[in-house]
């Protein structure tokens, strides 16, 4: 599976998928585009799962035709000590989020 996570989001993130491609925007070269330059640039590169904490996001874009699943997780912040307790969420929201689907973490 190909992950991306966003690079509002720290780079340790990518060690709760081991078993997966996994990168940050900046590790694949996409960092400081817009919102719908990297999406577009997601789905032509045939990513199957965006990872953000970016909540505004699926107010501003569209989703439903695109070749991957959106997790947005909410959170206090993007500090890696307030994320790392979704780590268990996180991996089981990947295995069940479908193209095109935005996804939530909390629930």
Request: hydrophobic share 40%.
């Amino acid at each position: 599976m190909k992950i991306i996570i966003d690079e509002c989001l720290p780079k340790r993130l990518t060690r709760f998928f081991q078993n997966d491609d996994v990168w940050t925007v900046p590790q694949i070269g996409l960092s400081g585009y817009t919102d719908t330059t990297l999406l577009n640039e997601l789905d032509k590169r045939k990513i199957d799962v965006f990872i953000t904490i970016d909540g505004n996001i699926q107010y501003q874009q569209q989703f439903h035709n695109r070749c991957f699943g959106t997790i947005i997780i909410r959170s206090v912040s993007n500090r890696f000590s307030d994320l790392i307790h979704f780590e268990k969420e996180l991996q089981n929201t990947v295995k069940n989020v479908k193209a095109g689907i935005i996804l939530h973490i909390p629930i």
